[in-house]
């Protein structure tokens, strides 16, 4: 099922929709927006604060669990915005006197997948993390628990440009580094999910039998779901 559904009545084709999906998902088909794509739909809903005409809206089946984002004004874009990744949110600071981590465990440079060549000599049988943008900041320990020991990559799903390029180079990675094993670490908004999407096409593309583990943290930095965890647990239960 979808996760936006675009009212025909009130769409009268104007477009301005279609560059706010990055995933390429919407189309103007016969004068009127359609999803071309569900798939590739994540469901982050920045198509939806785009339409002047309130045509587009979320399945009901599909509606975030977290509660509905604001429609933010961006002064830059002079557009609105109601994507659940964007509702402002207010966490705790850290205690008066509380230690925080100083060590760095990165290892290697360039970090940023665009700038990340599959022939470096740093990512040969190496275990790749690729992490969301965000995720190091959000999770004050990202450096002992997730970093350390691997070979970063980092992204954005939702706003980098050349998403087709990444795919590209994570196939690159896969066939002629040798990865030992992936982790992908995402935030638990919507559109965070497309990080995971990209690396099973690619591994699927590549045709290696490579380990894959998805982590997703809260915006709290809390670990929501870790698919090791999960197997670990099935494993028990197994037994």
Do not use: N
Request: glycine letters at 8%; charged letters at 15%.
């Amino acid at each position: 099922m979808p996760l936006v559904r675009i009212i025909e009545e009130l769409c009268d084709g104007c477009g301005e929709c279609i560059p706010s999906c990055h995933e390429g998902a919407l189309k103007i088909v016969e004068g009127k927006a359609r999803l071309v794509d569900a798939a590739a739909c994540d469901g982050a809903g920045a198509c939806i604060g785009e339409c002047p005409r309130g045509a587009i809206v979320f399945e009901d089946a599909a509606m975030p669990k977290a509660p509905p984002a604001p429609v933010l004004h961006d002064p830059v874009l002079g557009s609105a915005s109601s994507c659940p990744g964007a509702a402002h949110r207010t966490g705790a600071a850290p205690a008066a006197g509380e230690p925080l981590a100083a060590v760095s465990a990165l290892r290697q440079w360039p970090i940023q997948l665009h700038l990340l060549s599959p022939a470096a000599p740093f990512l040969a049988g190496s275990d790749l993390l690729l992490a969301a943008d965000c995720a190091a900041f959000a999770c004050g320990g990202f450096h002992a628990q997730w970093l350390a020991g691997r070979t970063l990559a980092i992204a954005c799903p939702k706003l980098d440009a050349g998403q087709e390029a990444y795919e590209e180079k994570l196939v690159a990675m896969l066939r002629h580094a040798s990865l030992a094993s992936v982790t992908v670490v995402i935030m638990e908004v919507p559109c965070c999910a497309g990080l995971v999407r990209l690396v099973q096409r690619a591994v699927a593309r590549a045709g290696v039998a490579v380990p894959v583990r998805v982590a997703v943290l809260g915006v709290d930095g809390a670990l929501v779901f870790d698919s090791a965890r999960e197997l670990a647990a099935a494993a028990r239960a197994a037994v």
